[in-house]
């Protein structure tokens, strides 16, 4: 277990100072000389006080030695004015050598970690892609997982055991998660409603899933380059059984007609225990091949020509073979990236020209991610994965999992301390149609996840600009840095908006400019599920308040999920507290449109929440006050 060192107690000695400033004013020198933008990276700027201090420290030494120096000199010449100038200075010198050894110069190197957002609340970039546009389905269920699993090395239980994954939990979950983001009856008619969103997108007409037509996954499975990291998370085996499940049984798809893998990682023996026994004719690729997977076969030609010009890539071949296309990132930060979700999932999708898939790890393109190439209006390479034909151009839905949360590339496992996770895992299936509106859901997840972690180390959120900026790139060309067009076939055709990007209201509400009513940018639709039941408990869709929209008075109904404890707020759309009411007398609240102390307020859409927290349930809606 981490725990938390109190460094502003911590003195520093003469012989550690000398030591640490040697090495901070190297490392420093080192690293910024070649490239002056990396001063504003947190470890550099973690070594600037200490490199200062150790040089302020030389100086001092240095001053205090030849003013002494001078002294003597001085008065062995007679020079008694001189020498008793230069005396002064010694101790001077001495004097600041002595009070700058007591600071605490390690505090010092700890900046203040700023945990403001970079983009204002609900203004939304870009335009809105998918059958909702901008809509985002998040399904949270703490029951998906073991809250009692804590990761251990070398204990032989693990995150992905049925012991610790509940498989019929998540099923259930995505099973929601589809119907509610279509407003469907059945997995089946979901799965119709999406095909043919994306075809009618497409130009191919209002037509579903056909027959032998091929579908191509992409999974995050960094944990097995080189030797498997069985404690740490990648891609949840119970969520990929349960989207082939749906894919199979539910829509009909042919196991033969998919291919699902990470391109240049291992898919490792537990993967093909868990997934490959349950759907052996399926075809599984990864960069080794063997142990009944397929090595991953690149495209002949380089295909991706990234639009500074740099470098182009082949992809695997079974993208271009695919008519859709499935990203399933994980919900984990990144210590270059940021964020790692769905366009930072498509590292692995990169071959560098003349590279086997077996030596693959994209470390080529870490030149132009938010912790390298820093400040607004730089080229992102990621824009170039989202928007390509044969990758962001075929997606059919994207599915983040965040069942399992995970810090940096690693995904070092651990609970989440914000809300609604409160100090449990993630347990969440995030799904939608736009990439771009579903990374800034995630965004703003892990955003809020670092401001509420004290541990702020283990999020590297601080290129925050730098996610917004690559985000912003993404929505619209208005953002694209000076000099590039984002053109990632090479053909001569700019890609248009990949999606939506903006930021919610705020952590607690959860409100986007749909939400709202006040945009066309993200909506967010949260639903809290219960074990296998999925029971739904948005408020919206359970009428709570009737008539809605009202004129002289709405009713609010307590739902019986909720106790006789809970409260009902009222927001303005600027999330304003206009008034809060009690259900502990009656099941049933009258509203007739006032504020605190009984006075009308304006007409206009209100926001309405009800907070139990004797269940830990939040449920909320929106009501419109008429003429």
């Known amino acids: 277990m981490k725990k938390n060192f109190n460094?502003?107690?911590f003195r520093v000695s003469k012989t550690y100072l000398l030591i640490l400033g040697i090495s901070a004013t190297l490392w420093f020198l080192i690293r910024v000389v070649p490239k002056p933008s990396r001063a504003k990276y947190p470890c550099m700027?973690?070594?600037a006080p200490i490199m200062s201090s150790f040089i302020i420290y030389i100086i001092g030494i240095s001053a205090s030695m030849f003013s002494y120096k001078k002294f003597k000199q001085s008065f062995q010449a007679s020079r008694y004015w001189v020498g008793t100038a230069?005396?002064?200075?010694?101790?001077?010198?001495?004097?600041?050598?002595?009070?700058n050894d007591s600071k605490e110069t390690i505090a010092r190197a700890f900046v203040t970690v700023d945990e403001t957002f970079p983009v204002a609340s609900n203004d939304p970039i870009g335009e809105a892609k998918g059958l909702f546009p901008g809509r985002v389905v998040w399904v949270h269920d703490k029951d998906a997982t073991n809250e009692n699993f804590y990761p251990q090395e070398g204990s032989g239980d693990y995150w992905y055991d049925n012991s610790n994954t509940n498989e019929q939990v998540i099923?259930?979950?995505?099973?929601?998660?589809?119907?509610?983001?279509?407003?469907t009856d059945n997995s089946s008619d979901a799965w119709d409603a999406i095909f043919k969103s994306f075809n009618n997108s497409h130009g191919r007409g209002d037509v579903?899933?056909?027959?032998?037509?091929?579908?191509a996954f992409k999974l995050n499975l960094t944990n097995s380059a080189g030797n498997p990291t069985e404690e740490r998370m990648d891609a949840t085996p119970q969520l990929v059984n349960a989207i082939l499940n749906e894919l199979i049984n539910n829509v009909g798809v042919a196991a033969s007609d998919i291919t699902i893998g990470d391109p240049y990682r291992d898919f490792r023996d537990t993967y093909v225990d868990m997934v490959m026994s349950q759907f052996p004719d399926v075809n599984y690729v990864d960069g080794n091949g063997g142990n009944g997977v397929t090595k991953t076969v690149p495209s002949e030609d380089m295909v991706l020509k990234f639009s500074d010009k740099d470098k182009v890539s082949s992809l695997p071949q079974y993208y271009l073979d695919a008519a859709y296309f499935i990203?399933?990132?994980?919900?984990?930060?990144?210590?270059v990236g940021g964020i790692t979700l769905i366009a930072k999932n498509h590292q692995g999708s990169y071959l560098e020209d003349g590279m086997d898939p077996q030596g693959q790890s994209a470390y080529a393109m870490h030149y132009s991610l938010p912790g390298e190439n820093m400040g607004t209006g730089e080229f992102r390479h990621t824009v170039d994965y989202m928007g390509h034909e044969e990758t962001g151009g075929k997606g059919l839905i994207y599915i983040i999992d965040g069942i399992w949360g995970g810090e940096n590339w690693e995904g070092w496992i651990k609970k989440f301390k914000s809300a609604p996770f409160s100090n449990d895992y993630p347990n969440s299936i995030f799904i939608g149609q736009d990439p771009v509106a579903l990374e800034s859901v995630g965004f703003d997840v892990l955003f809020e996840e670092y401001a509420t972690d004290d541990d702020k180390q283990n999020y590297p959120i601080y290129y925050k600009e730098e996610i917004a900026d690559m985000l912003s790139q993404c929505a619209s060309s208005d953002y694209w840095p000076a000099g590039i067009t984002y053109d990632p076939e090479g053909d001569g055709t700019p890609i248009g908006s990949l999606g939506v990007f903006e930021h919610w209201n705020n952590a607690t509400d959860?409100?986007?400019?749909?939400?709202?009513?006040?945009?066309?940018?993200v909506e967010l639709n949260y639903y809290l599920t219960n074990g296998t039941s999925n029971k739904q408990v948005k408020a919206s869709e359970l009428n709570i308040a009737s008539p809605n929209p009202f004129v002289n008075y709405t009713e609010f109904r307590k739902p019986a999920n909720v106790s006789a404890h809970s409260k009902l707020e009222i927001y303005n759309i600027k999330g304003e507290l206009v008034n809060t009411l009690?259900?502990?007398i009656s099941d049933v609240i009258k509203w007739n449109g006032t504020s605190f102390g009984g006075n009308k307020i304006a007409n206009g859409m209100y926001i309405y929440k009800i907070n139990d927290t004797q269940t830990n349930t939040i449920l909320s809606g929106k009501v419109l006050l008429e003429k």
């Open 86 to 99: 230069f005396l002064f200075l010694s101790i001077v010198s001495f004097a600041f050598i002595f009070l």
């Open 510 to 521: 959860r409100e986007y400019s749909r939400d709202l009513g006040s945009g066309d940018g």
């Open 45 to 47: 700027q973690a070594a």
């Open 7 to 9: 460094w502003a107690k």
């Open 582 to 584: 009690d259900f502990n």
């Open 208 to 215: 579903g899933y056909a027959s032998g037509e091929k579908i």
């Open 327 to 335: 990203n399933i990132p994980c919900l984990k930060t990144h210590d």
């Open 171 to 183: 099923k259930g979950m995505l099973s929601t998660a589809l119907k509610e983001y279509t407003e």
